[in-house]
């Protein structure tokens, strides 16, 4: 195995890169970050609530489960309860600390309890995700096209029900 060492001035041009890479992924990810609140405030103005509702974390959920006419508590009980019983039985142990010539390796280990917490948790944020989507298409009278759209593509979908001419139906909402 050889190695190879930078001149200060190649360390300079690659630290230069890197930043600059880092630098255009902050402007992106602050850019996606308002677009997604302007898109949620207008999405909870056509729905009738405050459109502020959608900076305050935790709370901007609840909102946006009672747009839909979900019971934000049953599924948040739900998701606690998994977090809670991975935290208490899901810890990882390391069973094992190899050194080869390629590196360092960890083996880990995880209880059964933890494991079908951790996949628990994950399903049932899945399927609440899938659900919340369809009941939103369904609350600004879009099909199951749209539902899909908003699971697997929330930001251009969301945009698309923010600033198009979706209008927000309440009964819809709250049919079961």
Do not use: H
Request: charged fraction near 10%; hydrophobic fraction near 55%.
């Amino acid at each position: 195995m050889t190695t190879t060492t930078l001149t200060t001035g190649e360390a300079a041009v690659a630290g230069a890169a890197i930043g600059g890479v880092f630098i255009v992924a902050a402007l992106i990810s602050i850019a996606v970050l308002v677009l997604g609140i302007i898109a949620g405030w207008k999405i909870f103005k056509k729905a009738g609530q405050p459109g502020w509702k959608i900076l305050i974390p935790f709370y901007n959920a609840y909102i946006l489960f009672k747009i839909v006419g979900m019971n934000f508590w049953g599924w948040f009980a739900a998701l606690l309860g998994c977090s809670l019983i991975y935290g208490f039985f899901g810890g990882v142990t390391f069973t094992d600390i190899t050194e080869t010539t390629n590196g360092i390796y960890f083996s880990m280990n995880m209880n059964t309890i933890g494991w079908i917490a951790y996949v628990a948790e994950a399903i049932i944020s899945i399927v609440m995700m899938a659900i919340l989507s369809k009941r939103l298409a369904t609350a600004f009278k879009k099909g199951t096209g749209f539902a899909v759209g908003l699971f697997f593509l929330p930001f251009i979908f969301e945009m698309i029900l923010a600033f198009g001419s979706a209008k927000y139906d309440k009964k819809a909402a709250l049919k079961k």
